[in-house]
């Protein structure tokens, strides 16, 4: 139990339309981190949060979008859908802000599948 | 640039027998934390181990082992008598003091243990 959970678990979009993807992370985790992973790849950092301001960011389009808000929760937007974006979208948390040792506890994803 | 590379796509061994799963990673960072993670079919990155770049004492948790050789850039990980619910992709992943916390992945080691 990492006690970061991810909602929707499952679903289907159409290409062009937009998707938000939601998130809560533990009480006390002010740093949280949003990842896509294609099918058989390892996870690919698209941003980061801290204290609800983008922190980081990977090699990802500005259609890729977050908030973070101060009860812990934060959300990923990804507007214009293209077939491409069907991943494994994983939320992350931490309570220490950039770089950091601790631990870093993921969710068990939202299955995005663009048709 | 950091990386982490995986070589062993996958692997199947019989129950009870040792595996091990190799890491090798590219940092310039001098200060750097190695994770493993296993990733069952459900999806959700269960943390297994957290190591500094500091600390090169090998650890052991159980059936679990792993071994950092700063020298050669490896952080290997042993299961030692496998059994079924070993079964999963496990992934070895690296941040440093220069990438404000994202973890980098390699492409993941498949392990299927068969009864």
């Known amino acids: 139990e990492t006690g970061v959970t991810q909602s929707p678990t499952h679903l289907i979009k159409t290409r062009g339309q937009q998707v938000t993807l939601r998130c809560s992370s533990q009480?006390?985790?002010?740093?949280v981190s949003w990842y896509q992973q294609a099918l058989g790849q390892g996870p690919q950092f698209i941003f980061q949060y801290y204290r609800e301001e983008e922190n980081g960011r990977g090699n990802f389009p500005p259609r890729f979008s977050g908030l973070q808000f101060p009860n812990y929760s934060s959300e990923l937007n990804v507007n214009a859908l293209e077939l491409d974006d069907s991943a494994l979208y994983l939320c992350a948390s931490s309570d220490r802000q950039g770089f950091s040792g601790n631990t870093i506890y993921f969710g068990e994803g939202s299955w995005l599948t663009v048709v | 640039a950091q990386k982490v590379t995986q070589a062993q796509t996958e692997i199947s061994v019989v129950e009870k027998e040792d595996v091990t799963l190799d890491c090798v990673y590219e940092t310039r960072d001098t200060t750097y934390y190695l994770f493993w993670y296993k990733q069952p079919p459900s999806g959700e990155l269960v943390f297994l181990i957290r190591?500094?770049?500091?600390?090169?004492q090998n650890e052991i948790s159980g059936r679990y082992s792993w071994n950092f050789q700063k020298s050669t850039s490896s952080f290997n990980f042993t299961i030692t008598a496998s059994q079924v619910v070993d079964s999963a992709v496990y992934f070895c992943a690296l941040t440093g003091s220069s990438n404000t916390g994202k973890l980098i992945f390699g492409q993941g080691t498949t392990l299927q243990v068969k009864p």
């Open positions: 190591r500094n770049s500091f600390d090169e």
């Open positions: 009480s006390g985790h002010n740093t």
